[in-house]
Every structure is written in C-alpha cells, then in structure tokens.
C-alpha cells in the first residue's frame, strides 16, 4: 500500500485527499466510510511525510540542492 501511495505524485495526493474528506464529512455507519477514512489519513500522512522530507532537505542543501535531490521534490501546501 505505501509503494502505491508513494507513487503518486503531489497534486493527484491533493485531488484525492479532497475526494475522501468529502466522503468521510458525509458519516455514514459502513464499512465503506470506514475505508475513507483510513484512505485519507494514509494519504494525509504522505502529504506530512513529504513535507518533512522537503524542510529537511532544504536544511541540509539550502540553494545548492544537488539536480538529482530538485527532481524527486514535491510541492506541499
């Protein structure tokens, strides 16, 4: 599930982290609701994961990121 979710790059994350919190704002008791609410979460968590990694990598690099470091950034809002 996270080789899937990793994937995905930051604007797809962004699209369906806002179709699953449509799904788990409207409650229902089912199982369904239920998946999006972990789908979400697992996607929310990605979201931090990257925006942790891209704080961390500017600490490290500043401006002088190397090109290969630049490419596997993702922009998180």
Same mark, same amino acid.
């Given at each position: 599930?996270?080789?899937?979710?990793?994937?995905?790059?930051?604007?797809?994350?962004?699209?369906?982290? &806002?179709?699953?919190?449509? !799904?788990?704002?409207?409650? @229902? +008791?089912?199982?369904?609701?239920e998946r999006a609410v972990i /789908?979400y979460f697992m996607i929310n968590s990605v979201r931090?994961?990257?925006?942790?990694?891209? &704080?961390?990598?500017?600490? !490290?690099?500043?401006?002088? @990121? +190397?090109?290969?470091?630049?490419?596997?950034?993702?922009? /998180?809002?």
């Amino acid at each position: 599930m996270a080789d899937r979710l990793l994937d995905f790059d930051e604007a797809s994350l962004a699209a369906l982290q &806002e179709k699953y919190l449509k !799904k788990v704002s409207d409650f @229902t +008791p089912t199982r369904e609701w239920e998946r999006a609410v972990i /789908v979400y979460f697992m996607i929310n968590s990605v979201r931090v994961k990257n925006k942790i990694f891209n &704080e961390r990598l500017a600490e !490290k690099y500043g401006k002088d @990121t +190397p090109a290969i470091v630049r490419n596997l950034l993702k922009v /998180v809002k």
